[in-house]
């Protein structure tokens, strides 16, 4: 297992530093999300759910399976509207997609026509830089990624971690300061998921961007965030939310072994079993 | 190329196998069965038609013969056709078939698109489109040869029409299809509207696309031979006209020889252009390099 050696993070003194200004990077207020489903019911996915997140802050929200957590992230980027309440972002409601914000989603989003090379490219290219730019950058974030070498690869010629850090590469080149992570790393075997996780934390500590991780995994969520904001079963609202007072750099193999997390762990549990609990059992009840 | 590990893996891993005969060799000896036993069908076949039509158990007047038929074949190519030189008449049903299927093509597209991206339109549209395809379309072949004359402006109309249902919609298909993540990633890292189109949903839709285009071409050449038939001044459909007018079967023949060599070289062009442009597709990758 690499250490990796990252400068010490200064985002735990960031937050306290934040937490008595008014401004956020990103803030949910009261919002109810409804959907039309396709029989013509109204579903709730999120109910009166306020959150808000320090910039330069890594908040994982964690809750049941299909118990809306997705749709705070839709809610931020913008790809989504709030029923009722407010998105916040910089202080500003949300209107349509932010330049500021990065997204990286659960499947596979890259696009299976371009090769790494034009993939990592794809978002300065989009957004009008000359191609030479947008070339030159997207080779230094592959590097950085660890994928140098692969640049002429298809999507389909990579594994699923690899295919991972091609997301990651088209996320972070476009430099946001708002990092939506929508379970990016489920998909992954046990190890690359801890490879990849301390991939992440590596590449945010050379950045100041607020990250909102959402994950149904909780051992995840701790060891990544500064704050674990647990979801109650659908319709979504906010049970409870933790402060992960774990010092960085982490490890992610190893900090699990750690007293503290152990502790942490056991607490933020008792408040997410029930809340799995209900959830699994309406879904028993469904099937 | 992946039938050479399949073959040794077999020979390999047979048991009780006695003769262990190396991979490759084995499949070239296949292979060479498999060239022998397809000339040897031509033979059997063209061989059995000259030979039943010369002892009279074929009646050449109403089925014609294979030297009858390359000897028409050799008078047309030398001494050209009533309707001028034999390459003129390739070259006149070509570029009707080409141009209508480049229209239709490009036609098809971008209906596709356009309402597979608008659902409003497409719910309006959809009983007409409907209409319009189910009506067979060489019956429209009549009025465009009236409405635009003998000259090749009425076949490219019809091959336009023949190309443009199935292009429409394999094109409005794919755009239905495509990934809704992929739709979302690119909004996010930065795509306007037009540009998701030209970088997301047309890249995506390719394979639909393409899928449709062997299918096309030959629908495309359909159409241009059917307005050849209906009337004309050249091209291979014409050809045929006047040789049915004359009994000449051997004729009729002489021409569809010729026509299915060309859509067989175009075939290829076809699979030649579907690999380059789609290359980033699993198999058509993996066809390649390995």
């Known amino acids: 297992m690499v250490i990796i050696s990252q400068p010490m993070k200064n985002s735990s003194t960031m937050t306290h530093d934040v937490s008595n200004q008014v401004t956020s990077a990103i803030e949910l207020r009261n919002v109810t999300k409804r959907f039309l489903t396709p029989t013509g019911q109204i579903y709730t996915a999120l109910r009166d759910l306020t959150l808000s997140v320090a910039p330069g802050e890594f908040c994982a929200v964690v809750g049941p399976t299909g118990c809306g957590k997705s749709t705070t992230l839709g809610l931020i980027s913008g790809l989504e509207r709030p029923s009722v309440g407010e998105a916040l972002v910089m202080g500003k409601p949300v209107q349509g997609i932010d330049p500021r914000i990065g997204y990286v989603f659960q499947a596979d989003a890259v696009f299976p026509w371009k090769n790494v090379l034009r993939n990592v490219a794809t978002g300065p290219l989009l957004r009008g830089q000359p191609k030479s730019e947008a070339y030159a950058r997207a080779r230094d974030w592959i590097t950085r990624v660890g994928l140098a070498g692969f640049e002429d690869r298809y999507p389909h010629q990579l594994s699923g971690g690899m295919r991972k850090r091609v997301a990651l590469a088209q996320t972070f080149i476009n430099e946001p300061q708002i990092l939506l992570m929508d379970e990016p790393f489920s998909a992954l075997d046990v190890q690359t998921r801890t490879l990849m996780e301390d991939e992440l934390l590596n590449l945010w500590s050379s950045t100041s961007a607020s990250v909102v991780f959402v994950t149904h995994d909780l051992e995840e969520a701790i060891s990544l965030a500064d704050r674990v904001c647990v979801l109650t079963a659908g319709p979504a609202t906010v049970k409870g939310i933790y402060t992960i007072d774990l010092p960085r750099p982490r490890n992610v193999a190893e900090i699990r072994f750690e007293p503290r997390f152990v502790q942490l762990y056991h607490e933020i549990w008792e408040d997410l079993r029930n809340e799995v609990m209900i959830s699994y059992e309406r879904n028993k009840q469904r099937v | ?290």
């Open chain 2, 1 to 290: 190329m992946s039938a050479i590990s399949n073959e040794s893996k077999e020979t390999m891993t047979a048991p009780g196998n006695q003769e262990v005969r190396s991979g490759p060799a084995n499949y070239r000896r296949r292979r060479m069965l498999v060239y022998v036993m397809r000339a040897l069908l031509l033979v059997v076949i063209i061989g059995g038609w000259e030979l039943g039509s010369r002892t009279g158990i074929i009646d050449p007047f109403f089925w014609g013969e294979p030297s009858g038929i390359w000897a028409q074949i050799v008078t047309w190519a030398t001494q050209g056709t009533a309707q001028g030189p034999l390459w003129e008449q390739v070259a006149v049903t070509l570029e009707e078939t080409i141009i209508g299927f480049v229209i239709g093509v490009v036609l098809g597209v971008i209906f596709g698109v356009v309402l597979g991206r608008n659902k409003f339109l497409a719910d309006i549209l959809s009983p007409y489109i409907k209409a319009a395809n189910a009506i067979p379309r060489v019956v429209l072949g009549p009025i465009f040869v009236i409405a635009l004359g003998l000259g090749i402006q009425s076949k490219i109309a019809l091959a336009v029409v023949m190309v443009f249902f199935i292009v429409f919609f394999n094109a409005f298909q794919g755009v239905r299809e495509v990934d809704r993540n992929l739709l979302a990633n690119a909004r996010i890292l930065g795509a306007s509207q037009r540009q998701l189109s030209t970088e997301v949903i047309i890249p995506s839709a390719m394979s639909w696309i393409l899928a449709s285009l062997h299918t096309s071409f030959s629908f495309a050449l359909v159409g241009a031979i059917v307005g050849e038939f209906v009337g004309s001044i050249q091209g291979l459909g014409g050809l045929i006209q006047t040789a049915k007018g004359t009994f000449n079967v051997n004729g009729v023949f002489a021409a569809m020889v010729i026509m299915t060599v060309v859509a067989l070289i175009m075939d290829a062009l076809v699979t030649a252009l579907e690999n380059r442009l789609i290359r980033w597709r699993p198999n058509a990758v993996s066809d390649s390099t390995i």
